[in-house]
């Protein structure tokens, strides 16, 4: 089948139903379980964002709904958006006006399905999964654009022309820096970069080499960019566009925007977490190969469940932790102007990013030396060629055959 | 009928209509819209056939990159507030009759070739649909090395049961280097044309007369 999914609950299903339905109803189950997390990341961090904004602006931020720290605050919110009317003003686009939010909402959606939660847990399986992502991620921005446009009014234009502007350079650093921890792992497969960094968390990527230390931070302020988050929130920019891409919107079409926004700051600090920080690994070396030996247990399919769902409280905790940095930034700098953010990108960001690609590219012949015959691997990259399925050449002529051999048939059990 | 099946069909269909929408329509960034929806559903296609990359890439290249340049270039050029394109009698006719002729020939094609002997001459004795039972690489996800490991060099596809000392197949990486260095040409062009223009101010005695 051409969409696997993690075979336990296939198997349940395949007791009790024929092949087909059990297989449906396997895929139907797994969307839905995406779905949830898709709409619960916005549901539980825009009360989040508004109880961090009002603490640090040395407020309360919500207090009364759902009782204690009004913690059913978007529950509320989302009750009032649905009630609202549906406004499609008299000047815009209308077909495009209304499509404009499924756009969004779709295109961060998608994303969520070549995303790991932990070791098999995704949705669908590809090797080249954070290629495919960083093309998804890209689709927002069309959402976006055509929202601006078709709005009918100038504040509007002015928000997606920025947001047209902002998205289409920072596009670039963002695919560099996503490159270079794909060139230690020699793999775009994001469950196999993740395995690659078990173990003590000196293992992660970002303690991998000076290089990589700094291509995190790079990333995550391009990938701040990317979600249009503040200080890089032109196409909003309330103070100066009322709201932007989004001033006409009212009611529900209007939190579309705002799912699609949550979900993809959830899907970028997500994938931090997975290329830099040791994905569903936890970065402690004994509870790593615990969790490991738990998940590769024979005989109980519990053991497995429990350790992934361990990892994927894990997973889910550092990019929760990244998606806080966020909202931190947010209240605490103000917003750029439209050329200093230009600048930031094609001046500082992209030049940044080749340095440290080339930087990435040469340190391991700085350190490890390139003398033929013996291929001197990083020690803590031992088991790459065990989790990748290639196998280690003895001499250099061997290697093609040894490549040859590798992708086909060797994990046949 | 499976799901694959009916999405298949469902993609295909969006496909189509996608096409004939953009004909049809006279606003600008609508055609441009329903471009998306086309290419997306072609993309969508090839995601079924588990060519995940070529599925990627056109998500990028087509879907991500050319027509938000062109909904951009339209913001910025666009004269009145919704750009309406009339095509003229003539141009309809034209039109119309070289792409009814180009239908012709691709279906007249498609419909020349035995399919199922086409795929096992293609794929090899061991043909296998993707579906079978047991291990199969494209279920894994593994459906870009073979791709990749060719653009690198090596043809595991070709060299893999061949004995030790055999002469290997060779990939496509110098075409690929070809490539890419045109590429790089191009886009030094392109910065050059597009480049400001300043104007050289002469200095020296000749200047100022």
């Known amino acids: 089948m051409p969409f696997p999914i993690a075979s336990s609950i296939g198997e349940f299903f395949d007791a009790y139903f024929s092949s087909g339905w059990a297989w449906t109803l396997t895929v139907v189950l797994h969307a839905t379980f995406i779905l949830v997390v898709f709409g619960l990341t916005p549901f539980l961090w825009i009360w989040a964002e508004r109880k961090i904004a009002g603490r640090i602006q040395d407020r309360l931020g919500p207090t009364r709904v759902g009782g204690r720290f009004g913690w059913l605050q978007s529950l509320a919110d989302g009750l009032k958006l649905i009630q609202k009317e549906d406004l499609v003003p008299k000047a815009a686009d209308s077909m495009l006006f209304r499509m404009a939010p499924y756009v969004v909402c779709v295109a961060s959606f998608a994303a969520f399905l070549f995303l790991p939660f932990s070791d098999g847990w995704v949705a669908v399986v590809s090797d080249i999964a954070l290629y495919v992502l960083v093309a998804i991620l890209s689709l927002e921005v069309i959402g976006i654009i055509l929202a601006g446009w078709s709005s009918g009014s100038k504040w509007s234009l002015f928000g997606g022309m920025r947001e047209a502007a902002q998205m289409v350079s920072y596009e670039i650093p963002l695919a560099l820096c996503a490159i270079i921890p794909v060139t230690i792992a020699g793999t775009l497969n994001l469950s196999d970069i993740s395995r690659l960094q078990s173990g003590w968390f000196l293992n992660w990527f970002l303690f991998h080499d000076p290089f990589t230390f700094i291509t995190f931070f790079v990333y995550f302020t391009v990938a701040t960019a990317s979600c249009k988050r503040a200080p890089f929130d032109l196409a909003e920019a309330e103070s100066e566009l009322v709201g932007g891409f989004h001033t006409e919107y009212s009611g529900m079409r209007w939190s579309f925007f705002f799912m699609g926004e949550y979900a993809s700051m959830y899907v970028v600090s997500a994938v931090a977490a997975l290329l830099f920080l040791g994905g569903w690994n936890s970065g402690i070396g004994p509870l790593d190969a615990f969790l490991i030996d738990l998940r590769t247990a024979e005989g109980s399919a519990f053991a497995g469940y429990l350790a992934n769902l361990l990892g994927m409280v894990i997973l889910m905790s550092k990019a929760w932790l990244l998606l806080f940095v966020q909202v931190w930034v947010r209240w605490t700098f103000p917003r750029l102007r439209i050329d200093q953010v230009m600048t930031t990108c094609l001046k500082y960001l992209i030049p940044m990013a080749c340095v440290l690609f080339l930087g990435v590219v040469l340190w391991p012949m700085l350190m490890y030396g390139t003398s033929k015959g013996t291929r001197t691997t990083h020690p803590f990259l031992e088991p790459r060629g065990e989790i990748l399925g290639l196998h280690a050449a003895a001499t250099p002529g061997e290697t093609a055959v040894a490549h040859a051999r590798a992708p086909a048939n060797e994990e046949a059990e | ?209």
């Open chain 2, 1 to 209: 009928m499976t799901l694959e099946t009916l999405l298949f069909y469902i993609f295909g269909l969006a496909a189509c209509i996608g096409a004939v929408a953009v004909v049809v329509t006279q606003n600008v960034v609508r055609m441009a819209f329903w471009l998306i929806v086309s290419l997306g559903s072609v993309a969508a296609l090839y995601f079924l056939l588990d060519a995940d990359f070529v599925a990627a890439t056109q998500i990028i290249i087509y879907v991500g990159g050319t027509l938000v340049l062109l909904i951009f270039g339209i913001m910025l050029t666009a004269s009145g507030p919704y750009q309406k394109i009339k095509s003229s009698p003539g141009e309809v006719f034209m039109g119309a009759g070289i792409g009814v002729l180009l239908l012709v020939l691709l279906v007249g094609t498609v419909g020349a070739i035995d399919w199922s002997a086409a795929s096992r001459a293609v794929a090899g004795p061991d043909f296998r649909p993707t579906t079978g039972e047991g291990y199969n690489p494209a279920g894994q996800g593994n459906t870009t090395r073979p791709i990749g490991m060719a653009l690198l060099g090596p043809r595991p596809d070709k060299d893999l049961g061949k004995p030790e000392g055999s002469k290997l197949s060779s990939g496509y990486l110098f075409p690929f280097e070809i490539v890419s260095i045109h590429l790089l040409v191009v886009l030094i062009g392109a910065a050059y044309l597009a480049r400001a223009k300043r104007r050289v101010q002469k200095v020296g005695p000749d200047s100022r007369e």
